[in-house]
């Protein structure tokens, strides 16, 4: 079981079922329970938030999308907090700069938890009387909390990673077993469909569900390893042009990059840093915290490419074995389906604004809720960035 892989049962709302919605919110407070105040606090770069920041919002969100318009009477908790804690919905007014996240002093931990506490007793009257409209907006808080979760691993191994003591989160866990010879799935191709359009939850991103054509093509059957990630930096796939897009090649000549991001070379041995602290480089484990500048680069220097979008989830939809544990770079730029339209209102402000100059993430990772790892669905990331849990699995034309 990874970290954060939970949240896998069932509630009814119309029946006024809490169950859900309280192991979500404790899900969240219980990964915080394992920080001190310090470490809440601090922001480590302006891609990542405090700790303190994640339970905020997600405070925020409940208050602001469902407590405020749906349940008589509801008291706001703390005016200020609305401009502190917004993300990036326009709609809802002016917001406190991304970057500067971490010099929120007030409020403390102490009060942000209050405040939570707050949240939860109102949603408690609110969620037995939520219409089917209401419905969808719980099923949209509860999904956003969840990724919020998956973030706040994101960060703190971020922030954990500029300490000298190199704290771990939690428990190592063990070695990756022997891996065989990488071997490749063909698929015929054709006329299929992709997208969301079953029973069940899912993001506006993920619909509607469309026909694409593919060509044929094949995906390997496991994610590219530690070990042969190694064998690529020996071969000077750093130091080649060639391999890389012009993009990717200018941050490698800025940034310096030599490894993944976590990877530390100590008397003359490879180690990398995790959520459980720096350990000596697992050759058998998956390579993360790489870009898709890197993956696009191996996959040249491998003699392959990264799936397209839409051949990662064709296969998906008929092999779950391609679920996890890592998101999984695809070559398709973060764009809506056809079809697509965004939902009115700073709701709709959620996904489709964000559909411009990012790269789509397919499968889900160790650190994903259960709920969040399906075909469908689309993480997305800008090109150079390297500090979610992310892999590479390599595909071919057949």
Known sequence: MGIGRRHEEAFDLRTGDLGRYRRVRAASEGLAGRLSAEEMQAQSMPDASPVKWHLAHTAWFFETFLLGPRLDGYRVFDERFGYLFNSYYEAVGPRHPRAERGLIARPTV??????????????????????????????????????????????????????????????????????????????????????????????????????????????????????????????????????????????????????????????????????????????????????????????????????????????AQSDERLLGPLWQWTRSAYLPHPGFRAGAGAVGEYNGKFMVNQMVLKGGSHASPAGHVRASYRNFFYPHQRWMFSGVRLAADA
């Open 110 to 315: 102490a009060e942000v938890l209050v405040w939570r506490a707050h949240v939860d007793e109102a949603m408690e009257r609110l969620i037995p009387q939520l219409d089917e409209a209401g419905q969808a907006l719980l099923e949209l808080g509860l999904a956003h909390e969840e990724q919020h979760q998956e973030l706040i691993l994101m960060d703190v191994l971020h922030l954990f990673s500029r300490s000298e003591m190199k704290p771990f989160f939690a428990e190592a866990p063990k070695g990756a077993a022997a891996v065989g010879a990488m071997s490749f799935t063909h698929h015929a191709g054709g006329v299929v469909e992709i997208g969301h359009g079953g029973e069940g939850f899912a993001f506006d991103n993920e619909q509607p569900r469309h026909r694409v054509y593919l060509q044929p093509y094949a995906l390997a059957d496991r994610l590219v390893t530690n070990g042969e990630w190694l064998e690529f930096i020996e071969e000077g796939g750093y130091a080649n042009a060639e391999l890389w897009l012009a993009d990717g090649w200018a941050l490698v000549k800025a940034e310096g990059w030599q490894a993944p991001l976590y990877w530390e070379k100590r008397d003359g041995e490879w180690w990398a840093f995790g959520l459980h602290g720096m350990r000596p480089l697992d050759l058998n484990a998956p390579v993360s915290h790489v870009s898709y500048h890197e993956a696009d680069a191996f996959a040249a220097w491998a003699g392959k490419r990264l799936p397209t979008e839409a051949e990662w989830e064709h296969a």
